[in-house]
């Protein structure tokens, strides 16, 4: 297939511009055409495309300007954590690797309406680069911190190609989970989730997929329960939302006529290790909860926040990186927190 002409155009003039200091003036498009060989009308359809991803400021057929360097803040920000103790723990943890490197970091708290109705909201704040928890980035903010060169990145992984991104190894996690509860006699396996934006909501049809592979016959769509979104549910029902949520929840299942023996969900309360009728599973940050007598598929927060900080790190400081994804391994550990290997399932 032939590449029109522009677009071809425009790569040679994006390579260009990449060499300009910020704040330069383009020359006109009259003398870029003579310069290429092209006509006039070629070059501004080139300069459209390059245009549109932010990286001048261009009105018409006149000289474009790249846009001046951004004030340097020395400050990043996390987005994303819903519970104010568990968001003081991880800004400790960041700060502790920023600091040293001239950069603190602060909290800017994530209320989905207010980021929906406008996400250019996220550039009122004198940030230099952004790390997103619990799938709080999305495609509206993606594009406006693209457009304006912000850094970021992202500690789960939207339905995005070509950013950083960090994540908990679910495809070796979730398949070692279900494999120990069958080991231990359990056919019927639930699950229990909350509803996420479009961005994440591929996540939910890979844990379906887990469980089609190792419950075979035994699956069906009924053993998997959607709530409303976490936001909802904590202005619903206040602080502790996961206990209401989970006490009107757990009844569901047990009025199935097949019901499962075991339910696995990233949700916990205290409530669920009064259960009788299910095992509960939970699948969680290391040491985040006070769990006793549950099983556990767990990881390490830590490591996910020193590779997201390191990275981000490197991207204010004005490396040109190109994309990355981190998976972090998973640990698996027994009622009586016994660490479970995988070789003893087998």
Known sequence: MITPIYKELSKKLESYVKTLPP??????????????????????????????????EWHGTRAARLKPARKKYFTLAMVGCSSESYGRNLLQQLNELTVPNGWKTIFISFNDALF??????????????????????????????????????????????????????????YPMLLQYLRTLGHRRIAWIGTEISHEYRHFVDEIKGYFKDALGEEYSDDLFYLGRPESELLAKYGA????????????????????????ISGKYSPFVESLSDFTYALVCYKDLFPVKNTIRLTYDQSEIVKWCCK???RRVKGEELPAEKFLLEPELFA??????????MI
Not at 30 to 51: E, P
């Open 23 to 56: 704040g330069s003036k383009l020359p006109g498009t009259a003398k870029m055409a003579a310069d290429f060989g092209v006509n006039q009308r070629t070059v501004i359809k080139a300069m459209h495309l390059i245009a549109d991803k932010g990286m001048f």
């Open 335 to 344: 009622a009586d927190s016994k660490k479970i290997n995988q070789k003893e």
């Open 240 to 263: 502790d939302y996961i206990t209401v949520f989970l006490k009107n929840v757990i009844p569901y299942f047990s009025r199935l006529r097949n019901p499962p023996t075991a339910i």
């Open 311 to 313: 990275r981000l790190l």
């Open 116 to 173: 929906a109705e406008n996400p250019g909201f996220i550039l009122n704040f004198p940030i230099d680069g952004y790390l997103f928890f619990n799938s709080a980035l999305r495609l509206e903010i993606l594009r406006i911190l693209e457009r304006e060169k912000i850094p970021f990145v992202s500690a789960s992984i939207p339905a995005i190609e070509g950013i950083d991104v960090a994540d908990c190894d679910h495809a070796k996690g």
